[in-house]
C-alpha cells in the first residue's frame, strides 16, 4: 500500500524567509510519480509539479525548489523568500507509473499550511 | 474546455435524496478520476477511467456510490440515499493519460452537505 506522510501540519514564517515543506512516502511499486499540490484559501488544487522515481535531478523554479531524494524515501519542497501569496495548504501526493508512463490513482499527504506574515 | 469544470459548485440536499455529481474534463484527457475532500485532510480517492472504462473503484465507500463516464468524456458520480456522513468537497480531476503527461488536473470541486 501506499503511504504519504507530512508531518509538519502547519508552518509560520515571516515574509523573505526560506520554508521547506517535508514529505516522506512509502511504496512497494519500482517506479512511480510524486507531485506537489497548492490549495489557496480559495480552495482550487493547483498542480505545481511531478517527479519520476527514477529520475532524482533535483529542479529550481524560481522561487520554488524540490529536493527528491529516493534513499530516504523522501520529495521535499522549499520556497525561498517566501510571500504572503505563498500562504495555503500543500500537499505532498503519489502515484504508481504503469509502464507506458500512466499515472494510477493519487495518495495525498495530509497537508501542510503555510502561513506568511508581513 | 480550458479547465475542468464541475457542477455544480454547492448542492444542499435533505437525507435520504439521491444526488448526481458532474464533471467535464479538459478536453482531450485521457484519465478522469474522483476524489472526497474532508475538511483539513487531504483528498481521498474514488474512482477512475480511462476513456469510459472504469479502471479502479476500489475507493467508493460503499455501494450507495457509483460512477460512470459513458462517453469518454463527461463523468457523473451519483450518491443514492445521501447521508449526512457524505457531506464533503467532491473534487474531479484529468490527464493526459496514457503515454503522456500523467499529472492530474483538479476542477473546482463540489461542496455536497448533506441536511
Known amino acids: 500500500a501506499q503511504k504519504v506522510t507530512q508531518a509538519q501540519t502547519e508552518i509560520s514564517v515571516v515574509e523573505k524567509e526560506d520554508v521547506t515543506l517535508d514529505c516522506v512516502y512509502e511504496t512497494r511499486d519500482t517506479t512511480y510519480y510524486l507531485f506537489w499540490y497548492k490549495q489557496p484559501p480559495s480552495g482550487e488544487l493547483v498542480f505545481l509539479i511531478r517527479?519520476?522515481?527514477?529520475?532524482?535531478q533535483n529542479e529550481i523554479s524560481g522561487r520554488y525548489s524540490w529536493n527528491f531524494q529516493k534513499s530516504t524515501s523522501s520529495f521535499n519542497f522549499t520556497i525561498t523568500a517566501s510571500q504572503v501569496v505563498d500562504s495555503a495548504v500543500y500537499f505532498c501526493?503519489?502515484?504508481?507509473?504503469?509502464?507506458?508512463?500512466?499515472?494510477?490513482?493519487?495518495?495525498f499527504g495530509t497537508g501542510t499550511r503555510l502561513q506568511v506574515t508581513l | 474546455g480550458a479547465g475542468v469544470s464541475q457542477s455544480p459548485r454547492y448542492k444542499v440536499t435533505k437525507r435520504g435524496q439521491d444526488v448526481a455529481l458532474r464533471c467535464d474534463p479538459i478536453s482531450g484527457h485521457v484519465s478522469l478520476y474522483w476524489y472526497r475532500q474532508a475538511l483539513g485532510q487531504g483528498p481521498e480517492f474514488l474512482t477512475y477511467f480511462n476513456y469510459e472504462a472504469q479502471q479502479d473503484k476500489s475507493g467508493l465507500p460503499n455501494d450507495r456510490f457509483s460512477a460512470e463516464r459513458p462517453e469518454g468524456s463527461i463523468s457523473t458520480l451519483t450518491i443514492q440515499r445521501t447521508e449526512q456522513r457524505d457531506s464533503a468537497m467532491y473534487r474531479c480531476?484529468?490527464?493526459?493519460?496514457?503515454?503522456?503527461?500523467?499529472?492530474?488536473?483538479f476542477g473546482q470541486g463540489t461542496r455536497l452537505t448533506v441536511v
Open positions: 501526493a503519489l502515484s504508481e507509473a504503469w509502464i507506458t508512463g500512466t499515472a494510477s490513482k493519487l495518495t
Open positions: 517527479r519520476n522515481s527514477f529520475d532524482e
Open positions: 480531476a484529468s490527464s493526459l493519460n496514457p503515454g503522456g503527461k500523467p499529472e492530474a488536473f
